[in-house]
C-alpha cells in the first residue's frame, strides 16, 4: 500500500514549525530535520540536502531557534508521487502544497496566523526589499497564497483542518486534544510541551496602507470564523491581476526583481 503523509502546511512564517514541534512531541513520526540545509556540492555540481539538530553553519538560527522541522525538496516542491521519506507528517509550504500528489496526502493542517504578524516576521528575518510598494504586494500576495491553497484543498481532499496559530499559542490544550481526537492519535500533555507561548520576534510593525491592512484582517476573521463558503468565493483572478501591476510598480521603483 502506498504511504500517506498528514501534511502541515500554511505560508512561511505562520506557524508551521511549532505545529510540527507539538505533532513530533504528541508522538508522531516527523518527516524532517530540526535544522535542515541545502548545500551545492563543489564536486559533483549538484544540491545536497540533509539536515541535524544541531545548526549547519549557513542555517539562520535566530530565524527560529527552536528548530524548523523541514524535508528537503519535499517542504518547498511539495509531495510527489515517488516521494520516500521515513516519517507520518511533513511540513509543505502552501507553493509546495498545490503541486504535490493529492493520493500521496492523508490530509491537512493548514496553520493561519495574523497576517500582520505573518508579514512582520518576514521582513524581520528575511532580506526582502523594504518600502511600502512591496509591503502591499507581500500583503495581497499572502491572502493570493492562502486562497489558492484552499481552492486546491476542495478539489482534491475530502477532508482538512484549519488551526489559527493565535489560538494553538493561548489555548494549546483545547487545540491539540481537538487535533488528536481527529486524527485519532496522539499524547496532547506531550505536545503542549512545545507550544511555548511568549515567543514572539515580530514586535516591529511594517507600513502597509489602510485599506490593504483591513483587506488583511478581514480576510484573516473569516478565517477564525472557519467560514469556507466566504473564503471559496473570493475572486482570484482579481487578487491576481492586482499583484502582476503591483509586481511592475515595485519594479520599476527599486529597479529590482522583487522576491
Known sequence: MTHKYIVVSGNKRSGTSAMMRALREAGFPIAGYKFPW??????????VS???????????????????????????????????IDGAVIKVILEGLIRSHS?????????????????????????????????????????YNYLIAFNWLQDNLKEWKMVIYEELVSNPFEVLSDICRWLKRG??????KAIYRRLDRTSNAIDIRDNIKQELMDFYQICVKRDLTKLYAYDVRELSNRMMIMYQGVAKETNKVVV
Do not use: C
Open 38 to 47: 541545502v548545500i551545492m556540492h563543489k564536486d559533483i555540481g549538484k544540491s
Open 50 to 84: 540533509g539536515g541535524s539538530d544541531t545548526p549547519h553553519e549557513n542555517e539562520k538560527v535566530l530565524q527560529n531557534p527552536l528548530g524548523f522541522w523541514e524535508s528537503h525538496p519535499e517542504t518547498s516542491e511539495g509531495i510527489k508521487k515517488d516521494t520516500s
Open 103 to 143: 493520493d500521496r496526502i492523508d490530509t491537512v493542517i493548514m496553520m493561519v496566523r495574523n497576517p500582520l504578524k505573518i508579514l512582520n516576521s518576514r521582513f524581520n528575518s528575511i532580506n526582502l526589499v523594504r518600502n511600502k510598494a512591496n509591503y502591499d504586494l507581500q500583503a495581497i500576495a499572502l491572502i
Open 187 to 192: 499524547s496532547v500533555g506531550w505536545g503542549i
